[in-house]
């Protein structure tokens, strides 16, 4: 328990609290750790992106406007700050790949602002995702703990906390320490953050749509590149699992395309995995008139069939197409109840989630009532709050 409260004294001492702004106005916190004396500090670069301005505070308690982003690393989430200090008290790394799975380590961190928080657990594996290794951890992180240091028994950093998987139970994640040091060997050109956020992302007057703790950074990364806002769908995409966050947004870039064309959305939709026959089905009761159903998958997914049969089992319309957004238009001459129904080709990870929808052309027909599932997205408000989600099914914390 003594040398248990020395690592934490010395953890204590290099811990530092990141604030991200954006227009003046933060709205995403993080965590980072000292490795050089004058001011060269550690963290995620998810807890970064999107913003214009940083606001470090050290151990001492005093806080750094003036910060710089020496090197960055998106791809293994990895960002390194510089700040205008001295004297600084700083983590040394342990030996590069001396960590194996089973060793007990310690993240620590500010999980929702709890400045100085410390968790223990052991390396439960180590993972390839996309062409980078991660170490899954089973010590707790939550909100805020990413960019905090993770250490082994002597206080030496082996990792920096980055993800969570919310599906699982201690399903956390943390980049190895060999690539900070990596980084730390670069000779990438110093720039204040502002500078940086213009070339990077651009200064926007709004946080980056990655400040979005919790939402899939497949989501993000789309919805960036196609400039599209989530803020209306932000309140579903919450409450849901990555990938049902992903068929959802894709299901919403099929409404503001049908609604270009003059249909209009139902508040008719089936989301989930498909049955043992690979099929997932919608029932609905609709009045005569045009309609359009469509169906996506998660980004695991790349062939789905779709096909609507009316209550007679007659067919009305089929996409066999070989790719993941099956649409069917067909027109009910009187009400009736009809069958939208998907059928799944491909997977690359199971189990993958879909979705099917039905959108009626504007001023012909309406649902009546519907006997399959119906889950409506909802709208609110923007609500940027904490840091920024992880790669794949991993929320970034």
């Not at 990655?210 to 599209?228: D, F, K, P, R, T």
């Not at 998958?297 to 009316?310: G, N, P």
């Not at 069917?328 to 109840?337: D, I």
């Amino acid at each position: 328990m003594a040398n248990l409260g020395e690592m934490v004294e010395k953890l204590e001492s290099s811990l530092v609290s990141i604030t991200a702004l954006n227009a003046g106005e933060p709205f995403a916190t993080g965590s980072g750790f000292v490795i050089s004396d004058n001011g060269l500090i550690a963290t995620n670069y998810h807890v970064i992106e999107g913003s214009d301005a940083l606001s470090l505070k050290i151990a001492t308690g005093e806080t750094y406007d003036r910060v710089m982003v020496v090197a960055a690393d998106k791809r293994r989430d990895l960002a390194l700050l510089k700040i205008p200090a001295v004297g600084l008290k700083t983590l040394s790394f342990a030996p590069v790949d001396s960590v194996s799975v089973g060793d007990p380590i310690y993240a620590f961190g500010n999980p929702l602002g709890l400045e100085g928080t410390l968790s223990s657990g052991i390396v439960s594996a180590k993972r390839i995702e996309e062409g980078v290794q991660i170490l899954q951890i089973s010590a707790p992180i939550s909100s805020g703990s990413s960019g905090g240091p993770v250490v082994n028994s002597a206080g030496d950093v082996v990792g920096v906390s980055t993800a969570v998987m919310r599906e699982g139970q201690n399903l956390n994640f943390a980049m190895p320490a060999r690539y900070v040091q990596s980084l730390m060997e670069t000779n990438e050109v110093a720039l204040p953050v502002a500078e940086f956020a213009a070339q990077n992302w651009g200064s926007a007057a709004q946080p980056a749509s990655s400040s979005y703790e919790g939402i899939s950074e497949w989501v993000l990364e789309q919805a960036m590149e196609m400039e599209y806002d989530l803020a209306p769908i932000l309140p579903s995409l919450e409450q849901l699992s990555y990938p049902e966050q992903e068929v959802t947004f894709l299901m919403a870039l099929q409404i503001d395309a049908f609604m270009e064309t003059g249909f209009v959305w139902m508040d008719l939709l089936n989301i989930g995995t498909p049955a043992e026959d690979g099929t997932l089905g919608l029932e609905v009761r609709l009045e005569s008139g045009h309609y359009v159903a469509f169906g996506v998958c998660d980004k695991d997914c790349s062939d789905i069939d779709l096909a609507v049969v009316d209550e007679n089992g007659d067919l009305m319309g089929a996409d066999e197409e070989d790719d993941s957004f099956p649409i069917v238009e067909f027109t009910l001459e009187r009400p009736q109840t009809v069958l939208a129904v998907l059928k799944e080709f491909s997977c690359d990870v199971a189990p993958c989630y879909h979705l099917v929808s039905v959108m009626v052309k504007d001023g012909s027909g309406k649902r009546q009532r519907t006997s399959g599932p119906v889950n409506p997205p909802s709208y609110g408000p923007l609500d940027p709050v904490g840091v920024r989600p992880e790669d794949g099914g991993i929320d970034g914390n």
